[in-house]
């Protein structure tokens, strides 16, 4: 019988195209090590040292014979498969063919000594395709993760390959979108890099790959210290003198000629590492060090428990230095990365969500912000899988309570968490085994030693009054610091003189009580440090007390205080030599917890409520502003895109995390207004490109101050908003329920352009749940409203939308009427890119003249002008709409080409329906092209996906088709129980069996 072997993603074993069982983790990582050497012999003390490390049980030898044993029976019935005894070791003897590690070195081997670029590029897309997922995915021991690391980079190798493969083809347009994501990942990589500049420069894009080099300068610069090599310094340039040697080559073939039949180049592995800077002058704590560095010993074992460090300690003792520091100087044992979140657990304001904190995390792992799943629950599942078998550093600070922590536990033991927080957290110890670490208060030597570091001589000249400065700041990390700075300012003051001064504010303050309380007396350095302050400086340090956000840029400290950006970057750089704010990259600053509470404190005891409320007021308006100025930027209202895309893209990226937070705090202080201004001005952007979830709760915040202050219109577009977002996360029915809110409001309100253009979206809801009757009633109804209003495009819409559910239904000549209905009035307001669509339509009517070439020209006119807009939603459509005119005309291989751009615009879209439309027309083409067992994989894809949503017609698709396939290579049995299922669903949608590639019946009505 035949067999098959992977390692590129979860070890498996397929014998006659059945997975086999290969037992517990610890028998998997057997069968990879010997897949790895297949061929060569592997010494038993190999096998212990890959299986098992360091932490090899004493009987490590007796459990590899048993697992041994197990692998041999498991295989026994493969033909040319075994496992055997030889002098130099155990022995797999396979084809190298039969495991996809080797096929895919094969593959890469030929494919770097082809000699054509196109034979080049389709061996690489062949090897490619090899991979399911990490190496060995689910397993972790220190052998498995240096290989897996050598495999990644040998993966990125080859994508790197293809990408110079396919610009010497020509097709740098269809390869840009890959590339920029890909860069984004990989920062400083100077080959991709350089084509990614190739590609915007032969896209007409002169000026984007010129900011393209200055962006990799920049981060060479800042994170190596070097300037980029002689060869990107001259590909920039070649393209700054626009050298007709950078032209495509004479000899490839035109892009949209011809495509590929491989899958899009496989995205990097992504390796988040979000640690903070390291701390500056860190003094001491050798012991707590020395206690985390045992933790990473990790105890022997098949599934080694989870390993939780918990840094406990009073407010200002340094903890979260401390774990930065330790996380930095053990980051190298964790190669997969390094999670990092501030819970502002003690922000009585706004803690940071646990949904929230899960979404970041998501992010930071490559989840694209529409597979972020909705609930609490279900992104703590996520998280948890994308964790799986990877050893990764996460570090959850300033937590309050287990609850806070609990979801962001990983469910793996490769991982390891450190956790700070100014509770003890029991629970974290009796329920989860985390080891505490307790932070006292610095030792006076090392309080002395951290003084020393800051501000040097001094120390030693006055040394009883650095005693008496260090004990006067309760020995707190924090309160040094300050201290330390005011004293730097003040050089020609001797410290003895600076602690009588602190000695009296601690006075007057009456801060100290019988207990020596350390909050109490770090208030008192911080109010020692605020007296010392300028008016302008003190007023600065109260305000951004105000700011909702972590941290905030020098433009919205501006707004705050009224001052211009000049003076405000003045401000800030007063508070950063006093250590009262912290300066970050890209003009950014942030503040202790503490110091942010308690310059709040004093904006209140200061500032009165007007000028408070007119400083939030102006901090709103600014963010505002910026949004509204960057989405006009982004979004033009019927023209192109004005300049400085880039800029108002990365502006928005980066206050992102504001912006939701004005949302939020707005809404819960009665800044209802800003909310719904703002919210709906994100809208758009966050639709089409940001993070879903994000997106559905700044929109639930909007609903929420819409219903604060009786706002109907503001609530039902606020709600209508939301029904899209639920929609596209596969939320059916909480999408439809959404956009019922949302109808009778607009139906009282007396809006019928608002309330159709809901019904055509509660019909899109219907059509995905297969309430085709349901669907028909929605368009119909608003189809009546846009015919009362004149809205000739709105009818045209709604007419196309009923002639899909007449052609899914098999009325083929009701739905030829509707298009051509359709057709007339789009041309009447000279709307080309929807000719282009029910062109389309009409030419996949079966048994109907096709306007085949009309509808191709018109089609590929609209792909030009989408693909020039950077309309990616609608260049995903389009693809999807000419592969299925150019299947119906034979053209398999283009249509293949452009259904599999349209799969990878879908996913970074995140419009996960039609992804799985996508896939099962790829799945027919390829099945009609020959490739059935390519086919049968992308049906199965689909059939995940459109479970996972709810679409039922696409469920049906994706199981005729498994079973077409099946029955092509003569497994009839395994293919009946899917041809049933597809029956079955078709039986009860009440729809015709499954249609071919290119008939409307497939295309979607959403």
């Not at 029904?723 to 109808?743: K, P």
């Not at 452009?898 to 799945?923: K, M, P």
Request: proline share 5%; aromatic share 4%; hydrophobic share 45%.
């Amino acid at each position: 019988m035949a067999a098959e072997f992977g390692v590129l993603g979860v070890v498996e074993a397929r014998i006659e195209g059945r997975h086999v069982d290969l037992g517990h983790a610890r028998q998997r990582c057997v069968l990879g090590v010997l897949l790895v050497e297949a061929g060569r012999p592997v010494t038993m003390d190999q096998l212990i040292d890959r299986v098992w490390g360091e932490r090899a049980p004493q009987r490590a030898a007796g459990a590899l014979y048993s697992y041994l044993s197990r692998l041999r029976r498991a295989v026994a019935c493969a033909d040319g498969v075994e496992i055997r005894r030889e002098p130099g070791g155990y022995l797999l003897t396979v084809d190298p063919r039969a495991v996809d590690l080797h096929r895919f070195r094969r593959l890469m081997t030929l494919a770097r000594g082809a000699e054509a670029d196109r034979s080049a590029a389709d061996l690489i897309v062949q090897a490619l395709s090899l991979w399911r997922g990490d190496p060995f995915a689910g397993l972790d021991t220190p052998w498995l993760s240096a290989m897996r690391r050598t495999l990644l980079g040998e993966r990125f190798a080859a994508e790197l390959d293809l990408n110079d493969a396919l610009l010497r083809l020509g097709r740098h347009g269809e390869l840009l979108p890959a590339l920029s994501a890909t860069v984004a990942e990989h920062p400083l990589d100077e080959r991709l890099a350089g084509q990614a500049m190739l590609a915007l420069y032969r896209c007409g894009r002169q000026a984007d790959a010129d900011e393209q080099y200055r962006r990799i300068r920049r981060c060479l610069a800042d994170e190596l210290g070097s300037d980029p090599g002689a060869a990107l310094r001259r590909l920039h340039e070649q393209i700054l003198a626009a050298d007709p040697a950078l032209g495509v080559p004479a000899s490839a073939v035109p892009a949209g000629e011809s495509r590929l039949s491989g899958p899009p180049p496989a995205a990097a592995v992504v390796v988040p590492t979000q640690l903070p800077a390291d701390v500056r002058a860190f003094t001491g704590r050798t012991g707590e060090l020395a206690a985390l560095d045992r933790l990473l010993a990790l105890p022997g074992g098949d599934e080694p428990p989870l390993t939780v460090a918990l840094l406990s300690g009073t407010a200002g003792v340094g903890k979260s230095a401390l774990a930065v520091r330790w996380a930095h100087r053990v980051r190298d044992a964790f190669p997969d990365g390094q999670l990092y979140v501030n819970l502002r657990g003690y922000d009585a304001e706004q803690p940071v969500a646990v949904a929230e904190a899960l979404a970041g995390f998501l992010t930071a792992l490559g989840v694209r912000g529409p597979e972020i799943p909705p609930g609490t629950d279900e992104r703590a599942g996520r998280y948890r899988s994308e964790l799986t078998g990877r050893r990764m550093l996460v570090l959850l600070d300033n937590a309050s309570s287990v609850e806070q922590i609990r979801p962001l536990l990983p469910g793996t033991g490769s991982c390891l968490v450190l956790i700070t927080s100014r509770d003890s957290l029991p629970g974290m110890v009796a329920v989860h085994g985390a080891e505490r670490v307790n932070l006292d208060l610095l030792p006076l030597p090392d309080a002395i030693g951290l003084l020393r570091k800051l501000i040097d001589a001094r120390v030693d000249r006055e040394p009883a009054a650095a005693a008496d400065l260090a004990a006067a700041c309760a020995r707190l990390p924090l309160a040094l610091r300050i201290a330390a700075e005011l004293a730097a300012e003040r050089t020609d003051v001797p410290l003895a003189e600076l602690v009588a001064e602190l000695g009296d504010h601690q006075v007057r303050l009456d801060l100290l009580d019988a207990g020596g309380d350390p909050h109490a007396e770090v208030r008192a350095v911080f109010s020692w440090s605020y007296q010392n302050l300028p008016a302008g400086a003190a007023r600065a340090f109260r305000l951004f007390g105000l700011h909702p956000g972590e941290t905030a840029h020098v433009d919205a400290v501006a707004a705050l205080t009224g001052a211009g950006s000049g003076e405000a970057r003045r401000l800030l750089g007063v508070l950063g030599r006093a250590s009262l704010v912290q300066a970050g990259p890209g003009g950014r600053y942030g503040m202790h917890d503490l110091l942010r509470a308690y310059a709040a404190e004093l904006a209140i005891g200061h500032d009165s409520e007007a000028d408070r409320e007119a400083a939030v007021t102006r901090l709103f308006d600014h963010y505002l502003a910026g949004a509204t100025a960057a989405m006009t930027t982004l979004y033009p209202d019927g023209a192109p895109p004005a300049g400085h895309v880039d800029a108002a893209r990365a502006w928005i990226e980066a206050e992102r995390p504001n912006l939701a937070a004005v949302c939020l705090h707005g809404a819960a202080h009665g800044r209802h207004r800003h909310t719904i201004a703002l919210a709906e001005t994100l809208f758009r952007y966050l639709d089409a490109g940001g993070p879903v979830a994000e997106a559905a709760t700044v929109t639930a915040s909007a609903v929420s101050a819409a219903r604060a202050v009786g706002d109907r219109e503001a609530q039902a577009r606020a709600l209508s908003n939301l029904g899209r977002l639920h929609r596209r996360q596969g939320r059916l029915h909480e999408a439809a329920e959404t956009y019922h809110q949302a109808l009778i409001l607009y139906a009282d309100l007396g809006e019928p352009a608002a309330e159709a253009l809901v019904l055509r979206n509660l019909g899109s809801v219907d059509w995905r749940l297969g309430d085709y009757r349901q669907a028909a009633d929605h368009y119909r109804r608003a189809w009546m409203l846009y015919r009362h209003l004149g809205d000739d495009a709105g009818q045209a819409d709604a007419l196309v939308r009923l002639g899909l559910i007449d052609a899914r239904l098999g009325d083929h000549e009701q739905a030829a009427q509707r298009f051509g209905s359709a057709l007339e009035l789009y041309a009447t307001l000279g709307d080309r890119f929807s000719e282009a669509y029910v062109l389309s339509l009409l030419a996949r009517l079966p048994h109907r003249p096709a306007p085949l070439d009309r509808a191709a020209a018109h089609l590929e006119q609209s792909l030009a002008t989408v693909q020039r807009t950077g309309d990616r939603t609608a260049e995903a459509y389009v693809l999807t709409d000419l592969a299925a005119v150019h299947a119906r005309q034979g053209r398999l291989r283009e249509a293949s080409g452009h259904l599999r751009r349209a799969i990878v615009l879908h996913q970074r879209i995140g419009d996960r329906a039609s992804e799985a439309e996508a896939l099962n027309d790829l799945g027919q083409v390829l099945r009609a092209a020959g490739d059935t067992a390519e086919a049968r994989v992308q049906h199965g894809q689909a059939l995940d996906l459109a479970e996972e949503i709810g679409d039922r017609y696409e469920r049906a698709r994706a199981h005729d088709g498994i079973a077409t396939a099946l029955r092509d290579t003569g497994d009839a049995d395994c293919a009946r129980p899917h041809l049933d299922r597809a029956r079955r669903i078709f039986a009860d949608l009440k729809v015709p069996a499954a249609p071919a590639i290119g008939d409307p019946a497939t295309t979607s009505g959403g």
